[in-house]
């Protein structure tokens, strides 16, 4: 008996590295001639912007800036002014099994920003970025599927069917998102743009044959003074977007990760047809895509001869599938003291640092800044950090596979002795279920060996666990022998049923 185990491959992709870590960076600004001396700061606030990512043997770098805006107040003066800040920021990392084939995703985000004056005209700005690695290699998931070679025909076998969900493909995709803004009817018109800020929303992932169509949302936040009076004032903006990828491979039941972030962008108060002044703005975004599939497979399980012992080698394998996508929504508020008294809230900046989920609790901690003028005349900041939390509703035998927050809402209002700030956050979470399944890779016939004492029937009561492979794999049988002789037709109920098994060649 010479045997050899059918296998068919599918093509997908291996995670070969993982690395999730802050880093911190820093630069300083000097005050330009042209504008005032520092007061006080009033915030800072900035984006990452991906400039590369580069995978060579053992070695994964990205580098990045974080465009900072830093508002303050100059001394002895009224008004606000704003200093744009780059910092750099770059990641060597040490990256066993990762060679220049590796495809890799990679993403950045501000976490905080920190504005320190050394000296009326000196600023020292610092951000501190987390910063996601994955590379995965492409690579063949083999399922054995049956035997060939001489004396095959002798052997049963079990070939059951089994669902994986492997990686099938990691794409990418650069394009432009550009748009005109009209401010909102009752805003003032604007004079000068103090702040903006950015947000890349997620939306839904659909397929189409082997194209992935997926789609989301840039949401523009920004701050300007007034033309004319000089007052402060907050708008905000959105900009949805659709976008196609090929997986090279028609898709049966794809489930998505797609990470978007900015590569560049052009933010800038312009003069509108009909002569209103409104915003222009340009996006350039990366849009980085990890897809899975659910693959339908047939796999060989279990064998057994009714010729001889055999020796059967298993090999189990462990994927993990996506169950579901959830939105959990949470929110959280507290009072900040502050003096002088406000007067009008103008903008509040929100910062979501990184979302976890711990023990069944979402968590995310959330940094809110007020920008308000005061009872003296004056714009002043008040900033509190918050602990946003919620159950995470998981399944039993779910985890967390990954947790993106997002702030969906932020908003203060004047309190007895200071501002109430309040957030509502929604976690993006994508729960999965590990799905083990084992297969035999290889069967050879044992050494000779004494000859099993067998009846030619067996008479059993069949239990709640037994099965026709399980009982002709017991008493050297097959299931249609088992059949034949008992004349079953509904194979599913077996339970208490007496049974006449004949041993096979007897």
């Known amino acids: 008996m010479d045997l050899t185990v059918k296998r068919s491959g599918i093509s997908c992709c291996e995670k070969v590295f993982e690395y999730s870590m802050p880093v911190e960076a820093a630069a300083e600004t000097v005050v330009p001639d042209t504008m005032p001396d520092v007061g006080y700061i009033l915030c800072a606030d900035g984006v990452a912007i991906i400039r590369s990512k580069d995978v060579t043997d053992g070695h994964v770098s990205v580098a990045a800036n974080v465009k900072a805006i830093v508002l303050y107040v100059p001394d002895e003066d009224e008004g606000v002014c704003k200093l744009e800040v780059t910092i750099p920021v770059s990641v060597e990392l040490e990256a066993p099994g990762v060679t220049s084939g590796s495809q890799a995703v990679s993403m950045l985000k501000v976490t905080s920003v920190e504005a320190t004056a050394i000296n009326p005209r000196k600023l020292l700005v610092r951000a501190v970025v987390n910063v996601d690695v994955e590379c995965y290699d492409p690579c063949e998931l083999y399922v054995t599927s049956g035997l060939d070679g001489e004396g095959c025909e002798s052997v049963e076998t079990l070939i059951e069917p ?13 394009f432009v998102v550009s748009d005109e803004y009209r401010l909102q009817p009752g805003l003032l018109p604007i004079g000068s743009l103090l702040w903006y800020g950015t947000e890349i929303l997620p939306g839904s992932v659909r397929s189409v044959g082997s194209k992935l169509i997926f789609n989301g949302t840039v949401r523009l936040s920004v701050l300007y003074e007034a033309a004319g009076s000089g007052e402060l004032c907050s708008a905000s903006f959105e900009t949805e977007f659709s976008q196609m990828l090929d997986a090279d491979t028609d898709l049966a039941g794809p489930d998505c990760s797609v990470y978007s972030m900015l590569t560049a962008q052009y933010v800038e108060p312009v ?18 895509c990890v897809c899975t599939d659910s693959v339908r497979v047939q796999c060989m399980t279990d064998c057994y001869s009714n010729a001889c012992e055999l020796e059967i080698g298993r090999t189990q394998s462990e994927l993990g599938c996506v169950q579901r996508r959830s939105t959990v929504r949470a929110s959280v508020h507290d009072t900040v003291a502050v003096s002088p008294g406000p007067v009008n809230i103008c903008r509040v900046i929100c910062r979501t640092g990184v979302a976890e989920c711990d023990a069944g609790t979402l968590r995310c901690p959330v940094t809110l800044t007020a920008i308000y003028t005061a009872s003296d005349g004056k714009v002043y900041s008040a900033a509190r950090r918050l602990n946003c939390e919620t159950p995470s ?11 993106n927050a997002n702030c969906t809402e932020c908003g203060a209002t004047i309190a007895q002795g200071g501002i109430d700030l309040r957030v509502v956050v929604d976690f993006e979470l994508v729960s999965e279920r590990k799905v083990q399944f084992t297969q035999i890779d290889s069967v050879a016939p044992t050494a000779d060996g004494e000859e099993l004492d067998i009846p030619s029937v067996s008479v059993v009561r069949a239990s709640a666990e037994d099965t026709l492979w399980s009982l002709g794999k017991r008493y ?6 088992i059949t034949e002789l008992n004349a079953i037709e509904d194979t599913d109920k077996l339970a208490g049923i007496v049974l006449l098994i004949p041993r096979a060649g007897k």
């Open 393 to 403: 509703e998981l399944a039993q035998g779910e985890y967390a596979a990954s947790v």
């Open 476 to 481: 050297h049988s097959t299931a249609a022998l």
């Open 271 to 288: 003069t509108l047809a009909g002569g209103e002044k409104g915003i222009s703005a340009e996006f350039h975004l990366v849009s980085q």
């Open 162 to 174: 089994v669902t994986i969900s492997p990686v099938v493909c990691v794409k990418e995709k650069t």
